[in-house]
């Protein structure tokens, strides 16, 4: 903000022109001609009020720049200001004004407004482009309402007349600094909070009481991926809360709508790509001067790695009891199976001349056959897993396998589509055994989902010292209902099976230091078939070799 002052001499006593209130008349109102030669301003002539109203006023020193032609006038004016302890520089005229080093510097510029090379509101652009940061004070003796509209026009805010009071011109400035101290204060808040919004790993959201959304914080972007455009207006609760959950939330939000706070409450987001996220929230009402609902201002907390490792946690002592338990089931089991696989090896010599007997008994076999693979699926999820690595190029790996599900590929249309450049693919520390299991159950989920023609796409790249490879394939894909829990254990949309195929995968893969996950379409992209990414260390990692060895 800029203020400016004109001041002008005439008999009548001194007027003031201000945008602001009337300025309080503090000490004992003395005039001062700036234009006189026949007498000078003494300072130690004031009244001793003087000097109480001086030390208020030290807390705000200012860089002040004075410009007036008339030399004995300049001298007065700064003479009346350094009584306040302000830092004064002077000049005599506009150019030389133009030209002071540092302009940034000055808080308050006062001048003259008939100068020898020409009027300070022809001077104005000027001056409050090269001083920015400075209030205006424009004092004269032509004080006509022309004069004064293109001094407010030029960038002037008060236009003050002659003669100068030194108390009214004192208090001018006085007021100026407090305004500019108030001013620094409320920049200072401002910008710590908004330092605050922007930096605090917490959505901060303000709704009004329909649930249309009027601002939030740069985290919400950073946590959905909605960005205030998209999101500005339109309603939270259909924007960004899953339908199932609709309800739920407007009934949690509501009690805000009082003048009071709600308790803390749980809900799921709806991100920009389709995932959601649970958020602790804590609401509070912001109401106006009639103690009406304004808006609504939520913070919430995005919890939801807690909420997964709650589910971990809860899942691994699960799978620990079931483990324990699998364990010995298999055990047993198997020494019935072997029993049972043994008593049909001696009746199939009793009855090897009965052909109806025979296809019964081989019908037992495959049953029982089936049931030994079942168990060694299940021992194998439950057992350690303990890795025999060595150097060994992936391309080779997945070719092998491919060769291997001949049998499973006999009668189908089935292609298998990888890069040209596989003799370049860096060979990768491994299990090659564990990582064919890998490969093998991936390949064989997609035979089983795909109809012909099945095709079958793998490609590698190495990123951050990773090799990633991708297979996809050319199915229906994996349901977003489903694509959350096909890692976890026991969990299947077949008719047959365990349910632990791919979470023998993920444990294998994480014992080798890596990771394992299904990648989803794009949500403007139709599906594309199921597609798995899996991102192993070029180098064996230290750690997973220790835990692999401990697990």
């Not at 002040?64 to 005229?93: K, M």
């Amino acid at each position: 903000m800029r203020s400016a002052i004109a001041i002008s001499h005439c008999d009548q006593p001194l007027r003031s022109c201000h945008r602001d209130d009337t300025l309080q008349r503090l000490l004992p109102r003395r005039s001062l001609d700036v234009n006189s030669h026949r007498h000078r301003f003494i300072v130690h002539q004031l009244s001793p009020a003087i000097d109480q109203h001086s030390q208020s006023a030290n807390g705000h020193r200012l860089r002040i720049l004075v410009i007036e032609d008339d030399q004995d006038s300049l001298a007065n004016l700064l003479d009346i200001l350094e009584i306040d302890g302000h830092e004064v520089h002077g000049v005599d005229s506009l150019q030389k004004a133009l030209a002071v080093p540092n302009p940034d510097g000055y808080a308050i510029t006062l001048t003259d407004r008939k100068l020898p090379d020409g009027m300070v509101e022809d001077f104005l652009p000027q001056l409050t482009a090269r001083m920015p940061q400075s209030e205006f004070v424009v004092f004269t003796g032509f004080g006509d309402v022309d004069s004064t509209i293109a001094a407010f026009r030029g960038g002037a805010s008060d236009y003050v007349i002659k003669p100068i009071i030194p108390d009214d011109l004192r208090g001018t400035v006085r007021r100026i600094a407090e305004r500019r101290q108030l001013q620094s204060a409320f920049d200072k808040e401002h910008a710590f909070a908004e330092m605050i919004l922007n930096t605090a790993e917490a959505i901060v959201l303000v709704l009004d009481p329909e649930g249309t959304i009027l601002q939030f914080n740069p985290y919400l972007t950073q946590t959905t991926g909605w960005s205030a455009e998209e999101l500005k207006g339109t309603n939270w609760f259909q924007q960004c809360i899953p339908p199932a959950q609709q309800d739920v939330a407007r009934s949690i939000f509501a009690p805000t709508t009082r003048p009071a706070n709600g308790p803390e409450t749980v809900t799921e987001v709806a991100c920009k790509n389709g995932e959601h996220i649970h958020v602790r929230w804590s609401n509070t009402a912001i109401l106006d001067a009639g103690s009406k609902t304004q808006s609504i201002l939520a913070v919430g907390v995005d919890i939801s790695d807690l909420i997964d490792a709650q589910q971990q946690a809860l899942q691994a002592q699960r799978l620990a009891a079931i483990g324990q338990t699998m364990t010995g089931l298999a055990h047993e089991s198997r020494n019935a199976l072997q029993r049972i696989m043994a008593a049909t090896d001696m009746l199939e010599l009793e009855i090897e001349k009965d052909s109806h007997a025979m296809q019964d008994l081989d019908a037992i076999r495959r049953a029982g056959n089936d049931l030994t693979c079942l168990l060694d699926e299940v021992r194998s999820f439950a057992a350690p897993i303990h890795l025999q690595r060595h150097d060994e190029s992936l391309p080779s790996v997945w070719q092998r396998v491919w060769t291997d599900l001949k049998l499973q590929r006999n009668n189908r249309d089935a292609t298998l589509r990888e890069p040209a450049d596989c003799d370049q693919c860096p060979k990768v520390h491994i299990d090659v055994f564990r990582m064919e299991q890998v490969i093998r159950n991936l390949i064989e989920n997609a035979l089983a989902a795909c109809p012909d023609p099945f095709e079958l796409q793998i490609q590698w790249q190495v990123e951050d010292e990773f090799v990633v490879l991708t297979l996809r394939d050319n199915g229906p894909g994996i349901g977003l209902d489903h694509q959350h829990k096909i890692f976890e254990p026991f969990y299947t949309t077949k008719s047959t099976g365990t349910g632990l195929g791919l979470a023998i995968c993920q444990r294998i893969i994480e014992a080798h230091g890596g990771t394992i996950r299904q990648n989803s379409p794009a949500a403007d992209q139709p599906a594309s078939g199921a597609c798995f990414e899996i991102r192993l260390p070029v180098k064996a990692n230290p750690r997973a070799l220790s835990e692999s060895s401990a697990s």
